[in-house]
């Protein structure tokens, strides 16, 4: 790896920082300056900045409870993001596992492990989504029927995976999908002749949204909670 990007993915500098510093001389690596940018390093080289050890920082598993009015992305010039309700160094270099909707509610991962983070989002894992539903008409009987055959969302050619949509009372269902398309909740419930009005994501695979956490709190997933998707 890079000397400039290990110290850039493990302190709060920016490149231009670090390259200052190293034209600066204040970098070493194993004990000996390094005056180039482009350097390279291992694994068990000891990198000291300004006369301080670098260390690599452990990577971070993260479960926000998503407030409506946040978006899922880094930067938005129109709306506040859900990396403005985090607060830690380095919040920039977090991926979202699993974006919501401006006005949906509820659970979202983030990290900085790409490949977990692919285990969460690719397609071929078909990973479990559970949202608590509320809707503006009654929900039908048939509409549990239709979502377990799969639906065709308007636009698209293939009908969605079978899903299973569980009635609370008339208005308000859990459902259970294991797919991401755009809107999907939304448009199979308009599919059905019926609107959402209100949508809140509980879980994703066995991670459960923490009760202890109110909208716009975080905490640090547990092991147990990380090794649910190796």
Not at 5 to 30: E, M, P, Q, W, Y
Not at 52 to 74: D, F, S, W
Not at 169 to 184: D, P, T
Request: hydrophobic share 35%; glycine share 6%; aromatic share 4%.
């Amino acid at each position: 790896m890079r000397i400039d990007k290990f110290i850039g993915n493990n302190s709060d500098l920016s490149r231009t920082l670090i390259h200052v510093a190293i034209k600066r001389g204040l970098v070493t690596c194993n004990g000996e300056t390094i005056n180039k940018t482009n350097a390279s390093m291992d694994d068990s080289d000891v990198i000291i900045l300004n006369g301080e050890i670098i260390t690599a920082t452990q990577t971070r598993y993260i479960m926000l409870h998503k407030p409506a009015g946040y978006v899922c992305a880094n930067t938005d010039s129109e709306h506040p993001t859900v990396l403005d309700l985090i607060d830690i160094p380095r919040k920039e270099s977090l991926q979202i596992a699993g974006r919501l909707d401006l006005d949906t509610t509820g659970l979202v991962l983030l990290t900085d492990d790409g490949q977990w983070n692919h285990l969460l989002t690719s397609p071929n894992k078909s990973c479990s989504k559970c949202y608590f539903v509320t809707t503006t008409d009654s929900i039908s009987d048939a509409t549990a029927s239709m979502f377990a055959e799969g639906v065709l969302l308007r636009g698209e050619t293939k009908l969605t995976l079978p899903a299973h949509l569980t009635l609370v009372n008339s208005h308000q269902a859990r459902l259970e999908i294991k797919e991401g398309k755009y809107h999907q909740v939304k448009r199979m419930f308009a599919a059905a002749g019926n609107n959402v009005i209100a949508l809140h994501r509980e879980s994703i695979g066995n991670i459960l949204l923490d009760a202890q956490l109110n909208p716009g709190e975080y905490r640090h997933l547990t092991d147990i909670e990380i090794s649910s998707f190796n």
